[in-house]
């Protein structure tokens, strides 16, 4: 049996980058020795730990050396963590045991961003693991070339959406990408892959780079996100033991992983459509067979290892509990705004250390083969040689012989010269690729140029266009000599010109292109400066590098994809970095959530143009959930994007969370792909045709469903003094905008629902303690709808709730009125009033939702389980209400609740009568000793009324204070607005402030006045009396 051997885990922590910086972000990582602690940004009672074989700090304690751009510790012994440091833990383990003849995987994982490809493959002289490796791989081949020949094949593939693809291919590359097969020595491989063999860490990193050219290309060309694609790097390993007779053969795996971005909570609902394909299912697959594996290792009866579920863990079988020396480096951001997703690259991290793979030495007598074959072709030659010295006429068995010789010659000479063979090709193949980068390099000493920005920093700056003397299409089309040909979503046949004449280059958008320069969208020739960010067509990202002249070494390293991304986000008003400056005030979950906007736009960019070349109809827009709403304490609700779509043809309206949007994006993507095909001639291999594609299989469109347009808050503190409400709300949409005016009361009334009078308002609500309260919630009508507005054939329901924890209730749905008439009355009841209650009465508010239906989706209806209703048809809201609701109850159990509510009806009279009484007893004794009670008792129940009705006029006063305070805290200027419009803004805006301000004395002023004249009247009245 082989020995076991669990997967090393390490764990890296970053430095925060531009964008956490800016946003003021705080590090909620410690990490000591190998062990790692996460806190929740929202509860510090809430920390985290684990513990790995390695963990590394590289978040803080370091220097940049200004030459060369090296990073180091500030100090020797200092606990930064720089790529030595990693190498020499991880990178050393690895080559030694390819060295032994194991095979040796390293997986790298974390989510975009969070520093996997800096460990992977390093920035600049900070090299990382693969580049070292590869390194310290030759210098080992050379100390022990004495001893052994070693022979180093190199292959370079990427995993997208289940495709592999070939990066060092030279032909086209093949529908649906290579196929996996197994065999059973060999296990899983992919066909016809294409293996380059090396004799030089320089000539690796050449075949890296093409790769990484190729990648590039293909993710521009195919609409495809790096991030969301695998990459692996196979360096397989072939020593040849002369003194042993044998040959060991290992492959090092180096795996770079997508990026593990956690879904929010809030999108965790499932899609009508499967996932796009597999876009997810590799990592997902992983995460299974990880899992699976970790439950093994404990003891855990485990049926099924999900191996073949995804090209990607058939290919890392033998990593993942089978025969390889396997390494994890998980990576992570240490920024409060990364919490989640850092958490759950901490548990994915934790699962993999328990896996135990079974690795042996992979060694075959090779040398021995040859040795064999000599000897046999020496036999041979002795038997031929005894033939022609005996004379004897076997002509039959010469040639048999002959004919041996020669194949045992073929084939030793296929062993010894077929390494020499593949070396001397790729090294033809190597000289063409040099001569290639000294003709690029000697072009950027010479013109202007536009290189790509990519998601990934490894992508960047790879691609790049040479703008020489003259006039330059640039476009699709390759028919003309003078242009540039370069592909991407929303590029036009002719997109555009650039013209390089006396030392200037002019760009000229041509008709129905887009073309965006520094975040803003361009229509008109414009001057190119150096460092100009480009953005053609929905997303292919571009940087101007100007004349040799304008450069400065490295200046263009500081413009990477985020920074394309926040100057579009700037241009839609969303300035982050400006806006943080209280940052430490600043809920790190909002961030977040606006970080996620920016990541989406130019997803939703790509949605768009794809809907437009496909002829959907159909536009996609971001938005912010919950902006400005709150709930029933007036508490902020939690953010998130939401994507709102819109069906110019039907005017239908769907919203989809991030997660549906961003797997309908990959759905969307295989059809407009598949469009691309037809568009070319190439049959599709499977699947309907565009034109045939049905309703249900289409991923731009949904069964339509109602839609929360916005909220109105209806404050229910007047009902603790039982003053009655009739109020005209504003309904808000989740970004601020006015939805509608809607008109509802709240009447306190009795058990029959006739309104009560001025003379039951109460002066101390806890006069309510005990008591009963009924009150009727009038929802009278809705006043400007902008939803039907927008379209005729739409209709509106009311929702709302008197309590947090009371079932939700509707109104009947009205269709086609922009000012519809409701009236729908609804009787709310509390036989007993708690303080719980009245406290909620006196700080929270009634949630009024407006819902728009649309043609062909369902009404909402109030749910029938779960709610309170007495016989007469009247919702109770206090906590005693199920059980005293008959309704709920059997027959014993109703009759008995009966009872006993007509038992504490009676005792409240009974209690009522004893405190009339006492109060008759006390003005019987007063007149009987010549008092003037009586009068005097009037005269108090006359300015009890007064009292009540000032009261309540204040009240009414103050609502309208309050809506207007609201609405003066939504104001803003736009974001277009010159020095005079903002000049305007601030005059205007003073003069609504004063408005408030007069309006808010007036009420109090008001109030005291009534006031003053109450305790003047009972003054002057009190004299006379006396």
């Known amino acids: 049996m082989h020995g076991r051997d669990c997967v090393k885990v390490a764990v890296r922590v970053r430095p925060f980058n531009k964008r956490e910086r800016d946003a003021g972000s705080r590090c909620v990582v410690t990490m000591t020795a190998s062990s790692i602690s996460i806190q929740d940004p929202r509860d510090s009672q809430c920390r985290r730990s684990f513990c790995f074989d390695y963990a590394y700090w590289s978040h803080s304690g370091y220097v940049v050396q200004d030459r060369t751009g090296l990073y180091l510790p500030e100090e020797a012994g200092g606990r930064y963590a720089d790529q030595e440091c990693v190498f020499q833990d991880l990178g050393e383990g690895i080559l030694e045991n390819a060295l032994q003849g194991y095979n040796a995987t390293l997986l790298a994982y974390g989510q975009t961003g969070s520093g996997k490809s800096y460990s992977m493959v390093g920035y600049r002289p900070n090299k ?63 066909e016809g892959l294409r293996t380059v063999p090396c004799d ?178 020496a036999r041979l030659m002795q038997r031929l040689s005894r033939l022609g010295h005996d004379g004897r006429s076997a002509d039959d068995e010469t040639k048999e012989i002959r004919q041996l010789l020669t194949h045992n010659e073929l084939q030793i000479r296929t062993i010894q010269t077929l390494w020499e063979q593949h070396l001397q090709e790729a090294l033809r193949d190597w000289e063409q690729q040099y001569a290639n980068i000294t003709q690029e390099r000697r072009m950027m000493q010479m013109h202007p140029y536009i290189l790509n920005i990519n998601e990934d920093a490894q992508l960047s700056g790879v691609v790049k266009l040479f703008i020489q003397e003259g006039d330059w299409e640039i476009g699709l089309s390759e028919a003309s000599p003078r242009s540039i040909s370069i592909k991407g979503l929303g590029i036009q046949q002719r997109h555009l010109i650039l013209k390089n004449k006396q030392r200037r280059v002019m760009l000229t958008p041509l008709k129905g292109s887009k073309v965006t320069i520094n975040g803003r969208a361009v229509s008109q020739t414009t001057e190119l400066q150096h460092l100009d960010r480009l953005i053609l067509g929905s997303n292919c990202t571009y940087l101007y590098i100007g004349f040799p002249s304008e450069r400065v070494a490295n200046d263009w390293s500081c413009y990477d994809y985020d920074y394309f991304l926040s100057e579009l986000a700037a241009a839609e008003g969303i300035h982050l970095g400006e806006s943080s400056t209280d940052s430490c005030q600043t809920d790190p979950s909002i961030l977040a959530v606006f970080y996620d906007y920016i990541k989406l736009m130019p997803l939703v960019a790509e949605a768009n143009q794809m809907s437009q070349e496909l002829n959907k109809g159909v536009e996609f827009k971001l938005e912010i959930k919950n902006l400005v709403l709150s709930d029933s304490k007036g508490h902020d609700l939690e953010k998130e994007i939401v994507c709102r779509v819109t069906s110019k043809h039907t005017q239908q309206v769907w919203m989809w969370s991030k997660a549906k949007f961003v797997n309908r994006k990959f759905l969307m993507e295989e059809i407009y792909q598949q469009h691309l095909d037809e568009m070319k001639g190439e049959q599709p291999g499977e699947g309907l045709s565009i034109a045939a594609l049905p309703r249900d299989k289409d991923p731009f469109w949904d069964p339509v469903e109602p839609l929360l347009l916005g909220t109105a808050h209806l404050w229910l503190q007047s009902l603790a003094f039982r003053i009655p409400m009739d109020e005209q709300l504003e309904v808000l949409g989740s970004e601020g905008s006015e939805e509608a005016i809607l008109q509802a009361k709240l009447i306190p009334c009795t058990s029959d629902g006739l309104p009560l009078g001025e003379d039951d ?113 009247i919702f109770i809201i206090d906590e005693s209400g199920v059980a005293d609701n008959p309704a709920n109850s059997g027959e014993p159990n109703s009759a008995r609740s009966r009872l006993q509510r007509d038992l504490e009806e009676q005792k409240r009279v009974n209690s009522h009568l004893v405190k009339e009484n006492q109060r008759l007893r006390g003005q019987l004794n007063a007149a009987t000793n010549g008092g003037d009670s009586g009068r005097s008792h009037s005269f108090r129940q006359s300015c009890d009324a007064e009292f009540a009705r000032s009261l309540k006029q204040f009240y009414h006063n103050m609502t309208s204070v309050r809506v207007q305070l609201q609405s003066l805290r939504r104001r803003r200027p736009s974001e277009s607005c010159d020095l005079l419009g903002l000049h305007l803004f601030v005059e205007e805006h003073s003069g609504l402030l004063k408005d408030f301000s007069e309006q808010l004395e007036q009420s109090v002023s008001t109030l005291k006045h009534d006031i003053a004249a109450i305790v003047r009247r009972k003054r002057e009245r009190s004299g006379t009396g006396s």
């Open 761 to 873: 308002i109460l002066i101390d609500p806890s006069e309510l303690l005990g008591r009963r309260l009924d009150v009727q919630l009038v929802v009278e009508q809705c006043f400007g709808l902008r939803w039907i507005r927008d379209a005729r054939s739409r209709g509106v329901q009311i929702g709302f709730s008197p309590l947090d924890s009371v079932g939700r209730l509707y109104t009947p749905a009205v269709w086609h009125h922009i000012n519809p008439v409701l009236h729908h009355k609804v009787h709310f009841a509390s036989f007993h009033v708690s303080q719980q209650l009245l406290n909620h009465l006196q700080s929270s508010a009634m949630l009024l939702e407006l819902w728009g239906l649309q043609e062909g989706c369902t009404c909402l209806v109030s749910p029938a389980e779960g709610a309170r209703v007495s016989p007469e048809g």
């Open 128 to 190: 990382g693991l693969v580049p070292k490796l590869c390194d310290r791989l030759f210098e080992a081949i050379k100390e022990n070339q004495d001893t052994r020949q070693c022979q180093v094949f190199f292959s370079m593939l990427e995993i997208y959406n289940e495709q592999v693809v070939d990066l060092l291919s030279r032909g086209s590359r093949p529908p649906g990408g290579l196929r996996v097969r197994e065999e059973q020595h060999r296990g899983f491989y992919v």
């Open 200 to 377: 030089s860490a320089a000539q690796v990193e050449q075949l890296m780079e093409q790769g990484t050219r190729t990648r590039t290309t293909a993710a521009t060309h195919m609409n495809t996100n790096s991030s969301r694609s695998h990459m692996l790097i196979v360096l397989q390993l072939k020593q040849i033991l002369p003194q042993e007779s044998v040959t060991k053969q290992s492959n090092i795996n180096l795996v770079d992983l997508a990026g593990s971005e956690r879904q929010r909570s809030a999108s965790s609902e499932a899609d009508r459509l499967k996932e796009g394909m597999a876009i997810n299912l590799s990592l997902t697959t992983l995460g299974n067979v990880i899992s699976a594996l970790a439950d093994m290792a404990v003891g855990r009866k485990v049926v099924h290892v999900p191996y073949r579920d995804s090209v990607l863990t058939k290919l890392l079988q033998s990593a993942l509990g089978g025969n390889s020396r396997t390494v994890m480096i998980a990576t992570l951001s240490p920024a409060d705004i990364c919490y989640e997703e850092s958490l759950s690259t901490l548990r994915y991290a934790e699962r993999a250390k328990h896996i135990q793979n079974r690795p042996v030495v992979n060694e075959r007598p090779t040398e021995r083969l040859v040795k064999e074959l000599k000897a046999e072709n």
